[in-house]
């Protein structure tokens, strides 16, 4: 309850902080030994039908100029990664948290699950 309490006085603070961390990690994104962060961030963008941590501009730095990963394409056609018109707009890491708040509860007890069954 108290860690609750703390979360929720701090939820802010925590917020930037993550942005910021899964912003940096973005550039392991397609590198060697990284296939699971890889991966991770293609299912995200994928199933949430979004691009970016706060923005699509947050893979431009990482992809060098204007081009997005193609999990971030809407529409799969040629060269899609370099054609804006074909991008998700929406931001992943508020798609990500609204999801956790509407499943919450399922969240929960797959967390205690999980120490239970190992």
Same mark, same amino acid.
């Given at each position: 309850?108290?860690?609750?309490?703390? #979360?929720?006085?701090?939820?802010?603070?925590?917020?930037?902080?993550?942005?910021?961390?899964?912003?940096?990690?973005?550039? #392991?994104?397609?590198?060697?030994?990284?296939?699971?962060?890889?991966?991770? +961030?293609?299912?995200?963008? /994928?199933? *949430?039908?979004?691009?970016?941590?706060?923005?699509?501009?947050? +893979? *431009?730095?990482?992809?060098?100029?204007?081009?997005?990963?193609?999990?971030?394409? #809407?529409?799969?056609?040629?060269?899609?990664?370099?054609?804006?018109? /074909? !991008? !998700?707009?929406?931001?992943?890491?508020?798609?990500?948290?609204? +999801?956790?708040?509407?499943?919450?509860?399922?969240?929960?007890? #797959?967390?205690?699950?999980?120490?239970?069954?190992?």
């Amino acid at each position: 309850m108290i860690i609750g309490i703390l #979360f929720l006085c701090n939820q802010e603070t925590i917020n930037q902080y993550a942005k910021e961390e899964l912003k940096n990690g973005l550039q #392991f994104y397609n590198t060697s030994g990284n296939a699971g962060l890889t991966n991770g +961030w293609d299912i995200v963008q /994928t199933d *949430f039908r979004c691009c970016g941590v706060v923005h699509y501009k947050d +893979w *431009f730095s990482v992809l060098n100029g204007t081009k997005v990963p193609a999990s971030c394409c #809407f529409k799969l056609v040629h060269n899609c990664s370099t054609n804006p018109n /074909t !991008w !998700w707009k929406d931001a992943c890491y508020e798609k990500v948290i609204e +999801w956790l708040k509407d499943n919450v509860v399922a969240v929960c007890i #797959f967390g205690l699950c999980i120490p239970v069954l190992q």
